[in-house]
């Protein structure tokens, strides 16, 4: 998986931030005054935890993954 492709999902990865790690991506100064190493561990930590872009990413296997089609 590319980081575009996570940051093609960023309304979900603000939602799962937020519920996840009570981390409001939106107060001023929070992204300015962290690094991308803060920022880049959380966004991972997402994809393992139960979260709106870990089932986006890895849906359940009887929901096709994102591009794909049905058989």
């Given at each position: 998986?590319?980081?575009?492709?996570?940051?093609?999902?960023?309304?979900?990865?603000?939602?799962?931030?937020?519920?996840?790690?009570?981390?409001?991506?939106?107060?001023?100064?929070?992204?300015?005054?962290?690094?991308?190493?803060?920022?880049r561990?959380?966004?991972?930590?997402?994809l393992?935890?139960?979260?709106?872009?870990?089932?986006?990413?890895?849906?359940?296997?009887?929901?096709p993954?994102?591009?794909?089609?049905?058989?």
């Open positions: 998986m590319k980081w575009s492709q996570i940051l093609d999902e960023w309304p979900l990865v603000e939602a799962d931030l937020h519920e996840v790690y009570g981390i409001d991506v939106g107060a001023p100064g929070l992204l300015e005054s962290r690094s991308w190493r803060w920022l561990m959380r966004i991972l930590g997402l393992s935890a139960d979260s709106r872009l870990q089932r986006h990413f890895s849906p359940p296997d009887d929901t993954a994102p591009g794909t089609r049905r058989t």
